[in-house]
């Protein structure tokens, strides 16, 4: 089984959802993992979009802009780690999400023009932290839900600890909440 894993925690070591995404990965042998402040992926712009665009209605997927795309759609489960930033998460993870949509690689669509996900994950996880309340207004999750459905992955699954930030908040045990949530995902893998 090889899972993706989609690091958008751009704060490295000192990130709490990334220790979190490394508990939630601990034992899992065949891991790639993704790291994005590493990777520093650009938009595509003008003639970089247009270029890509005439490559994919031509079906070559050979250059290596479409690696992303190929590791998305081979993976047997992604797991996302991202902060909860801006009511959502950071822009590098919607940029990655951008390569990663690729039409012939990761999803197409049929003569009738309905969009099908062409990737064989079983399910994304997204693993998130938040200084305050994640849950109420969580537009990453939702966006990253819709992406699923086009990509084809059946189910999405969410953690996330919240709180982290409020004077007097108790950060352990709400890491710890998070922590059983992660466990609860881990025993249905």
Known sequence: MTVLFVNACLRGDESRTLTLCREYLEGIEDVKEVNLSELRLEPYYGDSAAYRAQLEAKGLFDDPMF????DFAEADEIVIGAPYWDLSFPAALKVYIEHAAVMGVTFHYTEEGRCEGLCRAKHLTYITTGGGAVESMNY??????????MFGIPETRFAAAENLDVVGADIEANLNEARKVLAQLKATR
Do not use: F
């Not at 690696?67 to 190929?70: A, E, F, H, S």
């Not at 990453?140 to 459905?149: Q, S």
């Open 140 to 149: 990453g999750y939702e966006y990253l839900c819709g992406i699923a459905g």
């Open 67 to 70: 690696d992303i795309g190929k």
